[in-house]
């Protein structure tokens, strides 16, 4: 898993882009956040760079050196700075309730590790911090089929529903939560048409 996010991130180019997920800035137009927000998953760094230019202090983690490398150059290219930490979700050693906020953009995994994942997410909020999440539905398949160029997983396990979000973070206020199929246009990986999950939740 590991070894595949590495030789993905080692192309000169940015897999995902180097603009932020749309849907990242519009919440966080939408949504401002101040202080600290934690990017899961964060790959090559493109959403937290984005947050760090909006003045946001920013702190992401992945499994990945080489995507760790290229944020830290996106960041420098951007005159931005912001925190990296390589790891794994359940390796994160975090102390709760330390965010304001945290994304979580196309954050896939299996049924048994995501719910854990989403909940320690809700544990290192604090009080009124706000999650971010946008990832492919279980509706994505046949645009997939159809357009493989959309990209995200290609098995309904792996994919998202709003019930899933409801279920995972029970208790947070829901300030956006809908399935919508949308265009996107990130990178080389993610292009065309499909259908996605966002959510915006707020920990009581
Ligand atoms: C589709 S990419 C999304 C990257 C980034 N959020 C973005 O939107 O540009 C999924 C990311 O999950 C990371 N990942 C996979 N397993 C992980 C784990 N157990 N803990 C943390 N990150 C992981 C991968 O290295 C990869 O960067």
């Not at 994919?159 to 973070?169: D, Y």
């Not at 080389?188 to 499909?194: K, L, V």
């Amino acid at each position: 898993m590991k070894e595949m996010w590495n030789a993905r991130y080692s192309a000169e180019t940015y897999a995902y882009g180097t603009a932020p997920n749309a849907f990242l800035k519009e919440s966080l137009a939408n949504f401002p956040v101040t202080g600290k927000m934690l990017f899961a998953a964060e790959g090559e760094g493109r959403n937290a760079v984005y947050a760090a230019s909006q003045g946001i202090s920013a702190y992401a983690f992945d499994i990945s050196e080489a995507g760790k490398a290229k944020a830290e150059m996106l960041a420098q290219k951007m005159g931005v700075s912001l925190k990296y930490e390589v790891g794994a979700f359940e390796n994160l050693e975090l102390n709760a309730e330390q965010f304001d906020a945290a994304a979580l953009i196309f954050a896939h995994f299996p049924p048994p590790l995501l719910a854990p994942y989403h909940q320690r997410i809700g544990q290192l909020l604090k009080p009124g911090g706000l999650v971010m999440v946008e990832a492919f539905s279980k509706g994505n398949l046949p645009y997939r089929e159809k357009s493989p160029a959309i990209g995200g997983p290609p098995n309904t396990e792996m994919l998202f529903s709003t019930e899933m979000m409801e279920e995972h973070f029970a208790g947070f206020e829901v300030l956006q939560l809908e399935d919508v199929e949308v265009t996107l246009s990130e990178g080389q990986f993610h292009n065309g048409t499909g259908k996605v999950i966002r959510f915006v939740g707020r920990k009581p």
